[in-house]
């Protein structure tokens, strides 16, 4: 593609238009799917954008175990209130029971940042795993980001997420897989991959 001054013009006509167009102000919901790496990763950094700009932020992982996350080392030290489900990948559980009990401690909490009005800043990494496993159920959820205070953002990750959730959100960002380094054989690696 070679650059056109006249396209380019028309471009950033359009692209002033629409935000002279964007007036209301208010928090958003944000999710992050698809099967390609890098979901968690983008929830985060958002998460570390808003800690930057002295906003207040609170994260569930949903899924994660307790192993080793860099992301939540760093949260811990700088004390951002975050809550771990601790179960680990439920497709290698043996008790899916006591997987959906952790998945509704770990919802619980969630209901309460997402009704607590002095966080900016809500992360829920893979709760669309929840509603696909039938641990969490989507109706509650829609009903808490419906309910969450008018400026708070939550941002929601996870692959297949709900078309009802989807729908609610303002932005939805799909991950696509091109190429992954475990498909050559190549190991996760500590500060790139947790």
Request: proline share 2%; hydrophobic share 40%.
């Amino acid at each position: 593609m070679s650059y056109n001054p006249k396209k380019q013009a028309e471009h950033k006509e359009r692209v002033d238009s629409a935000i002279e167009q964007a007036q209301e102000e208010r928090g958003q919901v944000l999710i992050v799917t698809g099967n390609g790496k890098g979901k968690t990763t983008a929830g985060f950094g958002t998460a570390f954008r808003a800690l930057g700009h002295d906003q207040k932020v609170a994260v569930v992982q949903f899924v994660k175990g307790n192993l080793e996350c860099g992301e939540r080392n760093l949260l811990e030290q700088l004390n951002v209130p975050i809550h771990t489900m601790n179960t680990g990948f439920s497709w290698n559980s043996e008790d899916k029971e006591s997987d959906k009990q952790a998945a509704q401690m770990a919802w619980q909490q969630a209901k309460a940042f997402l009704s607590d009005d002095s966080f900016d800043l809500v992360l829920l990494d893979e709760l669309t795993y929840m509603v696909t496993w039938g641990f969490i159920e989507l109706e509650d959820i829609l009903k808490y980001l419906q309910a969450r205070p008018t400026e708070m953002s939550v941002i929601i990750t996870g692959r297949a997420a709900h078309r009802e959730l989807k729908a609610y959100a303002d932005t939805v960002s799909e991950v696509r897989p091109e190429k992954h380094a475990f498909q050559q054989g190549l190991k996760a690696r500590i500060g790139l991959d947790w």
